[in-house]
C-alpha cells in the first residue's frame, strides 16, 4: 500500500502535512508517533473514512494506491471487500450479539439480498477463534469489557478477510498474554500475504513485532525503514523527548528498549 502527498487540516491547523507512506505486502508495518501527531487521522483517511466539514487543503493531490488500485476511486462496498479498519475504542450501541457484530464482516461479501450463509457463519467463528473471543459468541457486545470488545473489532475485521488491515491502537486494553496474541495474529496474516499496518504506542511490541516502521511528529513522517533504523536512540530521543537506550534481545536479536525522562 502506497500513500502520498496526504495532508489534512482541522480549523486551519494542519494535522498531516503531505505524509507519504510505504507499507509492503506480507509484512507488518507499524505507524508511531508520540500523542497527536496523527496517526488516528492518517488510519481514518487511508480507509476512507473521512469526517465531514474536514475537507485537505485545497492543491494538494492525495492518493493511496493498493495493487496498484487507487482506493479513493473505488465504491466504499468494493473497497471494503479489500480493507478492514479496526478504529481505537470503536463502541457500539446496537444491541448486537458478538457473532451478529463478526458476522457484520460478511456483508461486503454477499450480495445486497441475501442472509448469512454457511461460509459467513463459519467464517465469523473462525475469525473469532482467531481473535480469541469465541466464548464471547452469544454475549451482547454493549456488555463487554474494553479488552473483549477490542477482540470482537478484531474479530470482525478478520471475518472481512482483508487484502490489507489497518488497526490504531489494536492492543491498548489487552492484557500481556492478549497483546501477544493480538500481534501473533497480525503476524498470521502478513505471512498470508495480508499487508498489515497498525499504530501502537508501546515500541517494544512494535521493535518485537514490526518489519516496518514509519514514525510521525507533528503530522510529518520523520522516520520510515526497518525496525533497526527507526528505534535508535538518535531517531526516538527528540521525538518522544525521552532518552533511550536500546539493548539487543538475546533470543530473537531483536531490539529491546528501555527509556528514562531526561
Ligand atoms: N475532530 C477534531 N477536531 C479538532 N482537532 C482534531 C480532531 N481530530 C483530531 N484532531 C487533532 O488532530 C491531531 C492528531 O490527532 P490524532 O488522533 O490523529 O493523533 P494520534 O497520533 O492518533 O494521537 P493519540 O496517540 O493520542 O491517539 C491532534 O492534535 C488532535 O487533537
Not at 487521522?41 to 488500485?69: C, E, K, M, N
Not at 457473532?99 to 464482516?105: M, P, Q, S, T
Not at 489494536?170 to 500475504?193: E, S
Request: with cysteine; hydrophobic share 45%.
Amino acid at each position: 500500500m502506497t500513500a502520498e502527498r496526504v495532508s489534512w487540516t482541522i480549523d486551519g491547523r494542519p494535522i498531516l502535512d503531505d505524509v507519504g507512506v510505504l507499507a509492503p505486502a506480507g509484512a507488518v508495518t507499524g505507524l508511531l508517533g508520540p500523542n497527536g501527531s496523527g496517526k488516528s487521522t492518517l488510519l481514518r483517511i487511508l480507509a476512507g473514512v473521512q469526517q465531514a466539514g474536514h475537507a485537505p487543503p485545497s492543491g494538494t493531490a492525495t492518493s493511496t494506491a493498493f495493487d496498484g488500485v487507487d482506493l479513493g476511486g473505488v465504491p466504499r462496498r468494493e473497497r471494503a471487500r479489500v480493507l478492514a479498519l479496526v478504529e481505537q475504542d470503536a463502541g457500539t450501541d446496537l444491541p448486537l450479539s458478538v457473532l451478529d457484530a463478526v458476522l457484520l464482516g460478511r456483508i461486503p461479501h454477499r450480495s445486497l439480498l441475501a442472509g448469512d450463509s454457511d461460509a459467513d457463519r463459519a467464517a465469523a467463528h473462525a475469525a473469532l477463534l482467531a481473535a480469541g473471543a469465541e466464548e464471547l459468541a452469544d454475549r451482547a457486545v454493549g456488555t463487554l469489557s474494553g479488552g473483549e470488545r477490542q477482540r470482537v473489532h478484531m474479530a470482525r475485521a478478520l471475518a472481512q478477510e482483508p487484502r490489507l488491515i489497518l488497526l490504531d491502537e489494536p492492543t491498548n486494553h489487552l492484557d500481556i498474554a492478549a497483546q501477544l496474541d493480538a500481534m501473533r495474529v497480525l503476524r498470521d496474516l502478513a505471512a498470508d500475504g495480508v499487508t498489515v499496518v497498525a499504530a501502537l504506542h508501546d515500541l517494544n511490541l512494535a521493535a518485537s513485532t514490526c518489519d516496518h516502521l514509519v514514525l510521525l511528529d507533528q503530522g510529518r513522517v520523520v522516520a520510515a525503514g526497518p525496525v533497526g533504523e527507526v528505534l535508535v536512540p538518535e531517531v526516538l530521543e527528540p521525538v518522544y523527548g525521552v532518552r533511550v537506550d536500546v539493548l539487543t534481545h538475546p533470543r530473537t536479536g531483536r531490539p529491546v528498549l528501555s527509556f528514562e525522562r531526561g
